[in-house]
Nanobody
Framework: QVQFVESGGGLVQAGGSLRLSCAAS????????IGWYRQSPGEQREAVADISTGGGTAYADSVKGRFTISRDNAKNTVYLQMNSLKPEDTGVYYC?????????WGQGTQVTVSS
């Protein structure tokens, strides 16, 4: 079982920045594709950003040019740098580790962007 520690969420004004971190236990980290997802009240969980084992990245159209995902395999940690935040970015942000055999979710961290 993978243990997660997510941090970096909080309350920020529109236009501000936050950096989310997700540290995961175990050797599986470096062999996993990793994603950040978010869920807003009354909405389904949606993919925000993804980074492969090789470092390739992908982003939802709504965050392109504003968010950057990165990983540090030596620290078993994935980051999400969020700039130019908008009220519609509000939600609970979850990290996700997946391999062909397994799929693990973090506990989530709340991000609230005020207008």
């Amino acid at each position: 079982q993978v243990q997660f520690v997510e941090s970096g969420g909080g309350l920020v004004q529109a236009g501000g920045s936050l950096r989310l971190s997700c540290a995961a236990s175990g050797r599986i980290f470096r062999f996993s594709d990793i994603g950040w997802y978010r869920q807003s009240p009354g909405e389904q969980r949606e993919a925000v950003a993804d980074i492969s084992t090789g470092g390739g990245t992908a982003y939802a159209d709504s965050v392109k040019g504003r968010f950057t995902i990165s990983r540090d395999n030596a620290k078993n940690t994935v980051y999400l740098q969020m700039n130019s935040l908008k009220p519609e970015d509000t939600g609970v942000y979850y990290c996700n580790l997946r391999t062909p055999q397994d799929n693990y979710w973090g506990q989530g961290t709340q991000v609230t962007v005020s207008s």
